[in-house]
């Protein structure tokens, strides 16, 4: 039972590079949500879906683009890294969107 | 402006005395309250809730307490175990929606 995986576990990006991290979960949840962790600030969502082939916009989305093609993946992309984005990144699933949500283990991304 | 917050960023209490971890929240829509843990390299854990219908929920060792009035609550660890050190993050949502305001986080250790 793996939960929600998140791949890579670690990054480095030079300015300008894209990449696309991948969420994936096996709970058959409805609700997926990416997420942004920084030094002395709360998990600040960026994106969500509330099922699958829909997404819609959290408290930071500048930069990243979202796709939910499949019920149980859901893909956070940068176009053009900035130094801005090196974070870490969660993503999370849940049922329905009023419960307690599961996390990944985070994807550590650096872009120098 | 943090509409969740955790005034203290680190707490160190001795091995089988109460941890007390505090949240203090700005938006009085807030109805749904959640207390996460999270180990290095770990994603955060779901621990407790409470609904602001209630004051207090307990789980184990673990109680949360609910003051509307104040905008406060609190996380309540009796006794404390080393296995407890781990940064504990509040979140809030609003009409129990589908999205969470989380805190930034209090570093516990416990001292054995």
């Known amino acids: 039972n793996a939960g929600v995986t998140q791949t890579p576990k670690f990054r480095v990006l030079k300015t300008g590079q894209s990449m696309t991290l991948l969420c994936a979960q096996d709970?058959?949840?409805?609700?997926m949500y990416w997420y942004r962790q920084d030094p002395g600030m709360g998990l600040r969502l960026i994106h969500y879906?509330?099922?699958?082939?829909?997404?819609a916009k959290g408290e930071v989305p500048d930069g990243y683009n979202v796709s939910r093609l499949k019920k149980q993946n859901f893909l956070l992309g940068l176009e053009s890294a900035a130094p801005s984005q090196t974070s870490v990144y969660f993503c999370a699933s849940n049922p329905t969107g009023f419960q307690p949500q599961h996390f990944g283990d985070g994807t550590r991304l650096s872009i120098l | 402006d943090q509409q969740v917050k955790q005034n203290s960023p680190s707490l160190s209490v001795q091995e089988g005395r109460i941890s007390i971890l505090n949240c203090d929240y700005t938006?009085?829509?807030?109805?749904?309250f959640l207390w996460y843990k999270k180990y290095p390299a770990e994603g955060p854990t779901f621990l407790i809730s409470i609904s602001s219908i209630k004051d207090k929920n307990e789980d184990g060792r673990f109680t949360v307490f609910l003051n509307k009035s104040a905008k406060h609550l609190s996380l309540h660890i009796v006794p404390s175990q080393p296995g407890d050190s781990a940064v504990y993050f509040c979140a809030a949502s609003a009409n129990y929606g589908q999205n969470f305001v989380f805190g930034p986080g209090t570093r516990l250790s416990v001292l054995p």
């Open positions: 938006n009085s829509m807030f109805d749904y």
């Open positions: 709970m058959n949840h409805e609700y």
């Open positions: 879906s509330v099922g699958e082939g829909t997404t």
